[in-house]
């Protein structure tokens, strides 16, 4: 790691008192310790081309820590964040107030919000679907009042954003009026190109100064080899724990029958509308697709395959050659002109970008991917990417300032393995130097911010502001058996009962697994019928917080998309139930070969990758309390290996300074008398 640099430099000065002034029209605005801290060190990375990774906890105030800076950079910033309601938060709170107020500093900016291109209205699809209302293309039927309100709503949107249409719109229906970058010509080739809702987007991202987008777009960015977002060289990715894992997918593949399916439908469709072409192609891929969810189908659920083994390689090679004959049979159509010819460069790029995904498939090797079938409905061969780190080095920290922050970043005080997972690391500078890697130089053709060591990083942590030691009690159930025991689900589950009926709801229930969470639910209705249990399906997810939070005495139990971003400040959340430390599943295919991989590099896996995953996870779960001052509560893990197993001091040193109990009696009273007021 690197030191800071002296704190008297261009934005470090700057970004100090437009902090102060920002905060202060803020109701009760007070600039914070830990923000202030943070904005410095933002400015101080940019200014000296300097990676951070930076630990921010709740109330922190971490958002305008870095918008602050990123807008006195005046070099366009790229935002990443990993959740759509960070996303809003930002888009349509945190931005547009920064702006109203900078403004009147002299310090104007702009921003804008970039998706993904299959979020947009696509006009040519909608013009497929003028002359198909039956569906033909997608090998749906359309529904025709969704498609005419669709239509009105071209002509009167400026977003042609599918969060911006008031109707509900089936995902089967909505990728039959959007295009993605597989299948999308561009806009010099599309008849429709000048009134692109996707490329309008991508217009003002390409004019603005900070750009917010996902990490999953982001990804596709750096695996597009930055083909994908405007020019910029500096990055600041939130909820940052959550990119190795969004990287892994999106450098990889998968490929199901249905994908299949769906091809051969929109070029059958096409070849009956023109003349010409050969229909045996569609056929011959149709039957494929069948073979190929059969094959899939014989494979064990969510364990690593071998290609060849498995029988896989074969059926893949079989299926590009299937694929080199639908591309020819749609090249064969020469009468195409207007939406058809338009329709035909389309297909054409879905065949290629399918062809890619097969060949990339073929190329994958078990000491760089993790290959395995997940059995979904239909199931999908997957491979991911064992070590992100070459990739990131390469195509982000090699060439852009990366800002990397959470509220739950470092393993303790330790942010090493973070970063050596995501490839701020030695042996990758080394390597590169080795094989003619970017020179980070001050020639003109060298963007500003490209660091000049792209492997060396700062670590911070800010802390938080909150008190948690007199806020929050942790409660580790030390008297409950051992998970791994037989006993232990009754036992778990009894507890929690308990707890939850002390606390009169009010409940918050994060379990490590599906059938736990219908467990604690199941359990919960049946001793406690005066208090809802809600879950994650009953609602959409944003009804479904509104309803939580409105009903104080409910409860809300689900399992891992529950850890993450759920923001309900109040006594709504006076108790977070975590069932198990929420280590990967041992049979999990990625997290195997990422242990093998760790292994194999001569580290501990269990502590490079095991520990640090669950640490992050569990911290994140907790985080879930305290969103105020003012909230007061209780976290109760029923894992008495908490405090019983030799790793148990490092999870509760990343944990929050919570006042710690293990007696059941003494915290139910509290519990008890929160509930009370």
């Not at 299937?322 to 009468?335: E, N």
């Not at 242990?595 to 269990?606: H, I, K, S, V």
Request: charge should be negative; include cysteine.
């Amino acid at each position: 790691m690197t030191t800071a640099p002296d704190a008297d430099d261009r934005l470090v000065v700057t970004v100090g008192a437009a902090l102060d002034a920002v905060v202060g029209r803020l109701p009760g605005g007070v600039v914070r310790d830990g923000q202030r801290t943070m904005a410095e060190a933002v400015a101080d990375a940019f200014d000296h081309r300097e990676h951070l990774l930076v630990q921010a906890g709740t109330g922190t105030g971490k958002s305008l820590a870095y918008l602050v800076p990123a807008v006195l950079a005046h070099e366009r910033v790229v935002v990443v964040t990993a959740t759509r309601a960070l996303q809003e938060q930002l888009c349509r709170k945190d931005l547009p107030f920064l702006r109203s107020v900078m403004n009147d500093l002299g310090h104007a900016f702009s921003f804008a919000q970039l998706k993904g291109r299959s979020n947009y209205l696509c006009r040519a699809r909608l013009a497929e679907h003028a002359t198909d209302r039956e569906g033909v293309l997608a090998g749906i039927r359309a529904d025709d009042d969704v498609l005419d309100a669709l239509d009105d709503w071209a002509e009167a949107t400026s977003s042609g954003d599918r969060g911006d249409f008031e109707l509900p719109v089936p995902d089967a229906l909505w990728a039959t009026v959007s295009m993605d970058s597989r299948e999308c010509p561009g806009r010099t080739k599309c008849t429709y190109g000048d009134a692109c809702f996707a490329e309008q987007a991508r217009d003002r991202a390409a004019a603005s100064d900070v750009v917010v987008v996902n990490t999953a777009l982001y990804a596709q960015h750096l695996a597009a080899a930055g083909a994908v977002l405007p020019e910029h060289s500096l990055v600041i990715i939130d909820e940052g724990h959550m990119l190795e894992d969004i990287c892994a997918s999106a450098f990889g593949v998968e490929l199901g029958s249905r994908r299949l399916e769906r091809l051969a439908a929109e070029v059958r469709g096409f070849l009956a509308g023109e003349s010409g072409g050969d229909a045996d192609a569609v056929v011959a891929l149709n039957e494929r697709a069948r073979r190929w969810d059969e094959l899939l189908r014989q494979q064990p659920n969510e364990q690593r395959v071998d290609l060849d083994g498995a029988g896989l390689r074969p059926a893949l090679m079989v299926l590009n050659d299937q694929l080199a004959a639908l591309s020819a049979a749609v090249s064969q159509v020469t009468a195409a002109a207007g939406d058809a010819a338009l329709k035909q460069q389309r297909l054409l790029r879905l065949i290629t970008s399918t062809r890619d995904d097969v060949v990339y498939m073929l190329g994958a090797t078990p000491d760089r991917d993790a290959i395995w079938v997940e059995r979904r409905d239909p199931p999908m061969l997957m491979v991911a990417r064992i070590d992100v780190g070459p990739p990131l080095f390469q195509a982000l920290f090699s060439e852009a300032t990366t800002i990397v922050t959470s509220a739950t970043l470092a393993l303790g005080d330790d942010f090493d393995p973070l970063a050596w997972r995501l490839g701020l690391r030695p042996d990758l500078a080394e390597r590169s130097a080795r094989f003619g890697g970017a020179d980070a130089g001050d020639d003109d053709s060298t963007p500003k911010h490209r660091p000049e060591h792209p492997d060396r990083f700062r670590a911070l942590d800010v802390g938080s502001p909150f008190d948690y030691r007199s806020q929050a009690i942790l409660y580790c159930a030390a008297h409950l058996p051992d998970p791994r025991k037989d006993q232990y689900e009754a036992a778990w589950l009894a507890e929690a009962v308990d707890l939850v009926r002390a606390a009169g709801g009010r409940t918050l229930g994060l379990c490590t697994s599906l059938r736990a969470a219908g467990a604690l639910r199941e359990a919960l209705r049946e001793a406690l019928p005066e208090i809802r249990v809600l879950a994650p399906d009953d609602l959409p997810r944003s009804k479904l917080m509104e309803e939580f939070a409105a009903d104080e005495t409910s409860c809300l139990v689900g399992s891992l998309g529950l850890w993450q971003g759920l923001d309900v400040p109040g006594p709504s959340v006076s108790l977070v139930l975590v069932d198990k430390i929420p280590f990967a599943r041992p049979n999990d295919p990625l997290a195997m070969a990422r242990r093998e991989e760790a292994e194999g590099l001569g580290r501990d896996p269990f502590r490079t990758f095991d520990l640090p995953r669950a640490a992050l996870l569990l911290a994140q779960g907790v985080g879930r309390l305290i969103r105020s001052s003012d909230d007061r509560g209780v976290v109760a893990i029923l894992d008495r290996r908490l405090v019983t197993a030799g790793y148990g001091r490092t999870l509760i040193d990343s944990l929050p300074p919570m006042f710690r109990m293990t007696d059941p009696v003494r915290v139910k009273g509290a519990l008890e008398r929160l509930a009370s007021g």
